[in-house]
């Protein structure tokens, strides 16, 4: 099974709807992050959250917001949805581990696509 | 800030060929460097690192040496396969967040 999972895999909405992707992991991770992925761009950092108590923002977090529910879940939420919003989202993982730097381990993705 | 710029794809190669994808950094201090490799329909998986200057980090077959004098960080592999096609993404850690390049994509002819 899966360490990193994310549902939907794929999802068409219309502009203006309220769009939620989960994100849930088994690694037993402290941190979680959302990235989007546009073709040319990379992957941007959405927000992330070092532990439940704790959410940041990222590089590009306008017209998203987050919900950390549990250690293993981790929500984005899309309030109303807008073309551009159309991209491949990921979901990643991290191990809290003193000062060293900690792979992060990345779900399959959704694709979200806006009309 | 923090930015990586990557060599622009796609890369086309031949089975058994020797591959370099650039890669080039712009950060203060002491970043950590990365190799993410994106395979078809899945995420990004890590690759190598580096976490200091000279340093090389290798996996798979493929190698990349930490160079602060020149502030890069090239993937390089000697004889690709198939297999390798995917895309590859360069990245830097300094602080909290990772900063990515904006991938290369391989594909690998037989």
């Known amino acids: 099974d899966a360490d990193v999972t994310q549902t939907p895999r794929n999802r068409i909405t219309k502009t203006g709807k309220r769009i939620m992707l989960e994100c849930s992991q088994t690694k037993g991770h402290d941190r979680m992050y959302w990235y989007r992925q546009d073709p040319g761009l990379g992957l941007r950092l959405i927000y992330y959250s070092f532990d439940v108590k704790d959410i940041n923002k990222g590089e590009i977090s306008d017209g998203y917001s987050v919900s950390r529910q549990a250690q293993a879940k981790f929500s984005l939420s899309l309030e109303s949805a807008i073309p551009n919003q159309t991209a491949l989202y990921f979901c990643a993982t991290s191990a809290l581990r003193g000062k060293s730097d900690n792979e992060q381990f990345f779900g399959p993705g959704t694709r979200l696509t806006v009309l | ?110």
């Open chain 2, 1 to 110: 800030g923090d930015s990586v710029t990557q060599m622009e794809g796609p890369v086309t190669l031949s089975e058994e060929a020797f591959l370099t994808i650039n890669c080039t950094y712009t950060a203060t201090g002491y970043p950590s460097l990365f190799w993410y490799v994106q395979y078809p329909g899945e995420g990004l998986q890590l690759l190598l690192k580096a976490t200091k200057a000279d340093d090389k980090g290798s996996n798979k077959g493929f190698e990349a040496t930490y160079r602060k004098e020149t502030t890069s960080f090239h993937l390089e592999k000697g004889s690709v396969q198939v297999s390798d096609s995917a895309v590859y993404f360069c990245a830097l850690r300094r602080g909290r967040q990772l900063t990515f390049g904006s991938g290369t994509q391989l594909t690998v002819l037989p």
